[in-house]
């Protein structure tokens, strides 16, 4: 089947322990990237990759870093989590895009952090 | 800068009624238009995508959407609303020709009444 998977879906944690969320696409998918999703703002991008070892930083990167080693895999790291970063994370990868644009992405189930 | 609006928060509607959900946008240049759907404890799920030709797109589940250059909105339709059309609702928009990646809206939570 066709996915996009992330662990862990449920994470509480506290502040300034580092913590990695793991994403990955059995679809053999070029581009890939992070979202946050906070109430009342939509969906913001924070990271985005191309390809493997191409990345770049999307809306809201303060406080985060990526890495893409592997086609399949795209990790999202906070190496000092804060309060404010307390929030529902999606990964989602796409095999079409226009300029820095997915043109059609397939989202992961989220990840439910809490930093306290 | 783009940017989407979706003006309404909350839409209800009576099942079998047809829906709309609407979006406006603000982009430079020609548009690229996505509806995506989300089901609670769901990742979002793609319906629909504007890039180019006929104004009226349609999508998955039985879902449309019309693109108005003028009045730069890109509603999302159904003639006839099930139930099981509940979800939160993102329309997105990103400048075609250019560098500038996707902005989506903020949802509109669609309850579709029994």
């Known amino acids: 089947e066709a996915q996009v998977t992330q662990n862990p879906r449920y994470l509480i944690t506290v502040t300034g322990k580092k913590l990695t969320v793991t994403c990955s696409q059995n679809?053999?998918?070029?581009?890939m990237s992070w979202y946050r999703q906070d109430p009342g703002l939509g969906l913001r991008q924070i990271y985005y990759s191309m390809n493997v070892e191409v990345t770049d930083k999307g809306d809201v990167p303060e406080g985060y870093k990526v890495s893409r080693k592997e086609k399949r895999n795209f990790p999202l790291i906070l190496e000092s989590p804060s309060p404010n970063q307390t929030s529902l994370y999606f990964c989602?990868?796409?095999?079409?895009?226009?300029?820095?644009?997915?043109?059609?992405?397939?989202f992961g189930p989220g990840t439910r952090l809490t930093v306290t | 800068a783009q940017s989407v609006a979706q003006p309404e928060d909350q839409v209800n509607v009576a099942e079998g009624n047809p829906l709309t959900v609407k979006c406006t946008y603000s982009?430079?240049?020609?548009?690229?238009l996505f509806w995506y759907v989300q089901y609670p404890n769901r990742g979002l799920q793609f319906l629909l995508k504007?890039?180019?030709?006929?104004?009226l797109v349609k999508g998955s589940y039985g879902f449309e959407a019309e693109f108005n250059k003028s009045q730069t909105s890109f509603h999302l339709k159904k003639p006839s609303a099930l139930v099981s059309d509940s979800a939160l609702y993102f329309c997105a928009v990103s400048p075609s020709g250019s560098a500038r990646q996707l902005t989506f809206g903020s949802g509109t939570q669609l309850t579709v009444l029994p």
């Open positions: 982009v430079s240049g020609n548009p690229y």
């Open positions: 679809m053999n998918h070029e581009y």
């Open positions: 504007y890039i180019t030709g006929d104004n």
């Open positions: 989602a990868s796409s095999s079409r895009w226009s300029g820095r644009a997915p043109l059609e992405q397939y």
